[in-house]
């Protein structure tokens, strides 16, 4: 008899990772992740945070320990591309490694990857009366039903490395994980 996680990748294989697999995953997702205690990290920034790396079989290999908070806000096994910015376009990040890194190094941990990164944007973008820094806010407060922020993880700076954004970029980006970690109750 398959357990739940077999059948999940399985699944995975025969469905291509499509609409049935997410119903599966919410179900089995559901039953695994704890209604608490999970150590929640923010994943945001531009397209390396949001993933263009090729997916790799070992991408597709699920941590029972390691979760996403999916674009429907549902928490699902950790699997690349974690992203929504750019269906067409996204693929790996840095975000489901460095799940799994800490899942492997701390074995009572929980992890809890929130994405909420964008591809292409701009330090001013990410300003926090714009669009980007509310859905990260909107996100992380629903992931901290489930537990405590451990991280933020910020993967950014390519739009912004001219001379002239360069030079105030250091303050926008304190100004922002200041008014973040008030948002989100974690000073």
């Known amino acids: 008899m398959l357990s739940r996680l077999s059948l999940l990748l399985w699944l995975r294989v025969l469905s291509g990772g499509g609409l049935g697999l997410w119903a599966v995953s919410a179900a ?17 920034g531009q397209s390396n945070m949001a993933g263009r790396g090729e997916i790799e079989p070992i991408d597709q290999v699920v941590h029972p320990r390691v979760f996403v908070l999916d674009q429907q806000q549902v928490w699902v096994p950790a699997l690349d591309p974690l992203h929504f910015d750019k269906p067409k376009i996204t693929g790996v990040g840095l975000g489901s490694t460095f799940g799994r890194v800490i899942a492997d190094r701390e074995p009572n941990a929980i992890v809890g990857l929130v994405p909420a990164a964008f591809g292409g944007t701009s330090m001013d973008e990410w300003s926090v ?38 030079a105030v970029y250091a303050d926008k980006f304190a100004a922002m994980i200041t008014r973040l970690r008030q948002d989100l109750g974690a000073p």
Not at 28 to 35: K, L, Q, S
Not at 135 to 147: F, P, Q, S, T, Y
């Open 28 to 44: 089995w997702a559901a039953e695994t992740v704890p209604a608490s205690g999970m150590k929640i990290f923010l994943l945001i």
């Open 129 to 166: 009366d714009g669009k980007l820094y509310a859905d990260a806010v909107r996100r992380g407060r629903e992931a901290l039903k489930r537990g405590t922020l451990a991280g933020i993880l910020w993967h950014q700076g390519e739009s912004d490395s001219a001379e002239a954004k360069a």
